[in-house]
C-alpha cells in the first residue's frame, strides 16, 4: 500500500514578509458616513489602516500556521496576504477548505487514492465508521461535514491547506478535536496548514508551528515553539482613525477533545518518513 503524499522530507523554509494595510472608508461617501467621519476626526486621506509592515513570517513546508485575533484584528487580512504570497512567488498548490465543492458521492468515493487509504483518511477525521462512510455530504450533520471537508482536502494532496474562521460554526468540544486531528495530519503528510480563527480554545490542540496574534491596539505578535517569551516578535501597526478603543472580548471555556488512534497507511507513512506517531 503506498503511504499518503509527503511533499518534502526536509523542511523548505520560506522567506515570507508581508505587507498588509485595510481600508476602511466607503467608497462612495453618504450624508452618514460622511457625519461619522466627521465625528471621529477623519478625512480622506487616513484611509489606510497597516496591519503589518515588513513583518516576516518564519514558515516552513508542512507547518500548521495559526493566525488569531478578535474580529477587526486583521488576522484575515494576514491570512490572505500569507495565502496571496504562496501563490504568487513559489509553485506550491493550495486547497481552501471554504471553497470545496463537496459534491454528491458517498464519503468512500468521493476521496481519490485505494480503498483502503479512503477509509484511513476519514478515520483520521472522525468519520471512521462504516454508516458514515456510505452517506452522501448532504447527509452529515454539520460537524460531520466540516470533518469530511477536512478529509477531502487532504484526499487532494496540496501543499499547503487553507481556512478562515477554523472552526469558528462548531461547538467547542468538536472544534478542538478537528484541531487535534489538523495537527496529526499536518505532521503526517507533511501538508501544511494556514488557519485563521477567533477561537484561542483550539491552540494547545493544534500546536501551531507559527502562531500570529493579532491585537485590536495594533499589535502583532509572532511566535513559535521554541521562542521564550522575550524573543517573541512583536510589531506595532498604526491608524489614524481615532477610533476609540473597543472593550475586551469575554474569556473562552476549554473543553477536553481526545480521538483515538487509527492505523496502517498513515502509521507507514509516519515510520517511513522518519516522523513519531502520535498517540
Known amino acids: 500500500m503506498n503511504p499518503p503524499v509527503r511533499h518534502a522530507t526536509l523542511k523548505n523554509v520560506l522567506a515570507m514578509r508581508l505587507h498588509v494595510t485595510h481600508s476602511f472608508l466607503p467608497k ?20 489606510e489602516f497597516i496591519v503589518a509592515d515588513d513583518l516576516e513570517l518564519p514558515i516552513s513546508s508542512g507547518n500548521v500556521v495559526l493566525f488569531s485575533g478578535e474580529s477587526g484584528s ?19 498548490s493550495i486547497v481552501d477548505l471554504d471553497q470545496l465543492d463537496l459534491g454528491q458521492s458517498t464519503l468512500i468515493d468521493a476521496l481519490s487514492g ?7 483518511l476519514l478515520s483520521m477525521c472522525g468519520l471512521g465508521e462504516a ?10 450533520s ?37 484541531a487535534y486531528n489538523v495537527r496529526r495530519l499536518a505532521t503526517r503528510t507533511g501538508i501544511g496548514f494556514l488557519l485563521a480563527t477567533t477561537h484561542e480554545d483550539v491552540a494547545d490542540d ?24 522575550s524573543k517573541k516578535k512583536v510589531f506595532h501597526s498604526s491608524t489614524n482613525s481615532g477610533s476609540p478603543a473597543r472593550p475586551d472580548a469575554s474569556g473562552h471555556t476549554s473543553l477536553g477533545g481526545i480521538t483515538a488512534a487509527t492505523t496502517s497507511a498513515w502509521s507507514n507513512s509516519s515510520r517511513c518518513c522518519g516522523t513519531k506517531t502520535a498517540p
Open 28 to 47: 462612495r461617501p453618504t450624508v452618514r458616513t460622511s457625519a461619522v467621519m466627521d465625528h471621529f476626526g477623519i478625512d480622506f486621506e487616513q484611509d
Open 74 to 92: 486583521g488576522k484575515s487580512s494576514m491570512l490572505r496576504a500569507a495565502v496571496r504570497q504562496l501563490s504568487q512567488e513559489s509553485e506550491q
Open 114 to 120: 485505494s480503498v483502503d487509504e479512503a477509509m484511513n
Open 131 to 140: 454508516h458514515l462512510m456510505l452517506r452522501t455530504p448532504q447527509e452529515l
Open 142 to 178: 454539520d460537524g460531520q461535514r466540516s470533518r469530511f471537508r477536512l478529509a477531502l482536502a487532504v484526499s487532494r494532496k496540496p501543499h499547503w491547506i487553507v481556512a478562515d474562521e477554523f472552526t469558528a460554526t462548531l461547538d467547542r468540544t468538536l472544534a478542538k478535536i478537528i
Open 206 to 229: 493544534l500546536a501551531p508551528d507559527v502562531h500570529v496574534t493579532c491585537s485590536l491596539d495594533g499589535e502583532v505578535t509572532v511566535a513559535t515553539p521554541s521562542d521564550a517569551a
